[in-house]
């Protein structure tokens, strides 16, 4: 059994490590190979623990005790690279090992390079908050290295992913190109967010935030004039104004061509809005604005990554703004590959680097906060727990402080070795920059902080009295396709019917029907006013059309409340399944409501449809009995492949207070 990086096992992963060698016997042939260095067990978040390293080393595991080889040649680093850290590290590592505490003594390390390099390991010094200095420092060492060694391989390592704000965006001004692993959380890239607010304003027509930003993204680039004429008018949704003459002669001319191009690429997206799947329909957006063509590999690894988002959540029939929220929440935009890379320390780990540039090492870690019970687990397997004091209680208890003192020690070793991570990923050239207050003073809990006994004398050269670089609060230019071109409206094919093609009246229906269907399913038979307003914003009515479609909303419940049927209907059985969904023939079905009553499998479709002019209610209810019946039937041939029961099919019309029976 081979184990590498062992100095970071978890108390779980030796448990389990324990017993699967528990049984081993003397020359049964079997081998156990522990590989780790405990100068670099930098994962306790992950609750590895370095003292079961220390440990092993001198107890064993289970019924076995490895031999221990300790290796001590470097083979990345220069002469001096070694020697330096050698003579930080000494001083700044422990000299006694501790096993409860974390604590590893260091141990010296000799190149096996010959190669001296004069200023090998470089400090810069900062004061005050200078990180907008520190990061044209930064700038300045890059640039300088990859115009003596252009192949040179240069990482940038930061504690905390923040710490890289002020040196990114100076790195894309000056056309640096970097690779950034891990960095920028998905949900923050910009094409991200464009996308997300496309997403946003197909799904909620009503969602004004989110077609405001669709305007003023890249591929339509409206300026923010005309943005406040479309934003003024609350009489109509932002898609309705696009359409509208007299809007539109508000805009100038190059916002009036950029806007009917976006009306122009989307129309032809919500007429089909059920007629396809939500990601295809989506895709087509994406490729009628144009935006896959002004897209870098990297950007088009983002776009698809979020299409595969989309389509994961469609098809787990969770496709909500909530729901591709949270898929975004843990994931990193992709990056081109490049020499210049930006990391954080624990990423670099394994990795070794031409240069390594290691900014805001003066930046302090968070304050450790007082949980409600300290509970910690030990190498030797014992635990051990304590809560917090009483309101009552004036100190905190023994044991809880002692927890307390366990866990700073173990995090104080820890940023011990989180550095020395950090500084050995140099092969030749090691550059340190870190600041201090205005008083002169390190953050506690810094990097800085354990390399300040060296270079005590250097920050007192810098005069107290600087000040921070004032950063410019500048608006971001507007970034949009110089050209757009319009795709030209493609003419209906031959025998292709408007049956399926649903213009806005008809989608906007098909929403307002959808609406009732969650009052339906969330039992909600009296929502607020508020409520009910806001759902319709959400489906894009017009506010001028509030009032009236919230009455219609109040009619449709209300009716359904004073509907003799309606403890029948809604009547809360162990049967009943609320937009339940089945799949049959590669097809997933979903039925409003079901239930068994007397033994009878009732299928309940709801119907919001109102009878036309002049129409009986005889007329309309074999209308919907002649519409809605293929359905039904079909319905009810899938569940009989289910259910033993006998199957009853009807619709439920709220509008005329009818539950109307489907038979054959």
Excluded at 84 to 105: K, V
Excluded at 117 to 143: G, K, M, W, Y
Aim: proline content about 4%.
């Amino acid at each position: 059994m081979l184990i590498d990086e062992f100095q970071d096992t978890s108390a779980s992963q030796f448990n389990t490590i324990e017993k699967l060698i528990k049984y081993w016997q003397p020359n049964d042939g079997k081998t156990l190979f522990l590989v780790g260095d405990p100068m670099q067990s930098i994962y306790r978040f992950r609750e590895s623990q370095v003292g079961l390293f220390l440990q092993v080393k001198v107890s064993g595991i289970a019924n076995i005790k490895p031999s221990s080889l300790l290796l001590s040649t470097n083979f990345r680093s220069s002469k001096s690279i070694v020697e330096g850290n050698n003579r930080f590290f000494q001083d700044i590592f422990p000299t006694h090992e501790d096993i409860y505490q974390g604590a590893i003594a260091y141990s010296s390390s000799q190149s096996a390079s010959n190669t001296i390099q004069h200023q090998a390991i470089n400090f810069h010094p900062f004061s005050n908050d200078q990180f907008v200095d520190e990061a044209q420092t930064v700038l300045d060492i890059v640039e300088s290295t990859l115009a003596e060694r252009p192949t040179s391989k240069i990482a940038i390592l930061v504690r905390s992913r923040t710490h890289l704000v002020e040196i990114t965006p100076l790195l894309k001004q000056h056309n640096i190109e970097f690779e950034s692993l891990k960095i920028t959380p998905l949900k923050d890239h910009l094409l991200t967010r464009d996308l997300f607010s496309l997403a946003r304003a197909l799904m909620h027509l009503g969602d004004k935030l989110a077609w405001l930003s669709v305007l003023r993204s890249p591929w339509c680039g409206l300026t923010l004039d005309d943005l406040l004429v479309l934003s003024a008018d609350d009489s109509q949704i932002i898609y309705a104004q696009l359409t509208n003459e007299k809007t539109l002669a508000k805009l100038s001319q190059d916002g009036q061509k950029r806007a009917q191009h976006l009306q122009a690429c989307l129309q032809a997206i919500l007429d089909n809005q059920g007629r396809f799947n939500f990601v295809e329909l989506l895709t087509f957006a994406i490729d009628q604005l144009g935006i896959s063509r002004s897209l870098s590999q990297a950007d088009t690894l983002i776009k698809d990554q979020f299409l595969s988002i989309v389509n994961s959540c469609e098809q787990q029939q969770s496709l909500d703004i909530g729901t591709i929220k949270a898929a975004l929440d843990e994931l990193y935009a992709p990056s081109e590959t490049a020499s210049v890379k930006l990391m954080t320390i624990h990423q670099s780990k394994g990795l070794e680097f031409d240069t390594v540039i290691m900014p805001g090492l003066g930046r302090g870690a968070r304050n450790d906060d007082s949980p409600m019970m300290h509970m910690k687990e030990f190498a030797d397997q014992s635990l051990l727990l304590a809560p917090i004091k009483s309101s009552l209680d004036t100190n905190e208890g023994q044991t809880y402080t002692y927890l307390k003192f366990i866990e700073a020690q173990q995090n104080k070793f820890e940023t011990m070795r989180l550095l020395y991570v950090a500084m050995t990923r140099a092969k030749q050239q090691l550059h340190l920059l870190g600041h201090v207050n205005q008083n002169h003073q390190v953050a506690k809990k810094s990097l800085l902080a354990l390399l300040m006994p060296f270079y005590q004398n250097v920050f007192d050269q810098i005069p107290a009295s600087q000040v921070p670089a004032e950063t410019s609060n500048q608006a971001p230019p507007l970034q949009r396709l110089k050209q757009i071109i319009t795709p030209s409206v493609k003419e209906q094919e031959l025998g292709e019917t408007l049956e399926y093609q649903q213009n806005f009246e008809r989608l906007f229906k098909s929403l307002l029907g959808t609406l009732i269907h969650q009052y339906y399913e969330q039992g909600l038979f009296d929502p607020s006013a508020d409520n009910i307003k806001a759902r319709l914003l959400e489906i894009g009515t017009p506010i001028n059309e509030i009032d009236q479609w919230q009455v219609f909303v109040l009619k449709l419940l209300n009716n359904t409340k004073g509907d003799p049927q309606f403890e029948w209907l809604f009547k809360d059985r162990s049967s009943t399944l609320v937009e339940a969904e089945f799949v049959t023939d590669n097809r997933i079905i979903a039925i409003d409501r079901l239930f068994i009553d007397n033994d009878i499998l009732w299928i309940i479709d709801f119907k919001t449809a109102e009878p036309l002019a002049d129409e009986s209610l005889d007329q309309f209810i074999h209308r919907q009995q002649s519409q809605h019946a293929k359905q039904l039937f079909f319905y009810q041939e899938t569940l009989s492949k289910v259910y033993n029961n006998p199957i009853k099919c009807a619709l439920y019309c709220p509008a005329v207070s009818q539950l109307i029976q489907i038979t054959h």
